[in-house]
């Protein structure tokens, strides 16, 4: 059984910071992509950040040299550093680890980009 955990969302001003972090638990030892997804309300899940296990990235462009992804292996920990955040940037944020594919989903964090 696998259990996605993620923590560090909150309420921030715009120009903000925040980082997000996800620890994934259970019977697997190695994920191979994780990420971090987004929902804000009426719109669909969108991808903000992806990484491979070797740590290859990629971004939505909206995000783009303002958040960084990167991972721990070891720890099973999946990180998003927010910047420069925006009120756009308000959504409910999920971790996602893929192995054997399949895709796991963390249970989400709100994350509120106050103007």
């Known amino acids: 059984q696998v259990q996605l955990v993620e923590s560090g969302g909150g309420l921030v001003q715009a120009g903000g910071s925040l980082r997000l972090s996800c620890t994934a638990s259970?019977?697997?030892?190695?994920?191979?992509?994780m990420g971090w997804y987004r929902q804000a309300p009426g719109k669909q899940r969108e991808l903000v950040a992806g990484?491979?296990?070797?740590?290859?990235?990629n971004y939505v462009d909206s995000v783009k040299g303002r958040f960084t992804i990167s991972r721990d292996n070891f720890k099973n920990t999946v990180y998003l550093e927010m910047n420069s955040l925006k009120p756009e940037d308000t959504a409910v944020y999920y971790c996602s680890a893929d192995f054997a594919s399949i895709r796991y989903w963390g249970q989400g964090t709100q994350v509120t980009v106050s103007s």
């Open positions: 990484i491979t296990f070797r740590g290859s990235t």
């Open positions: 259970g019977s697997i030892f190695r994920f191979n992509d």
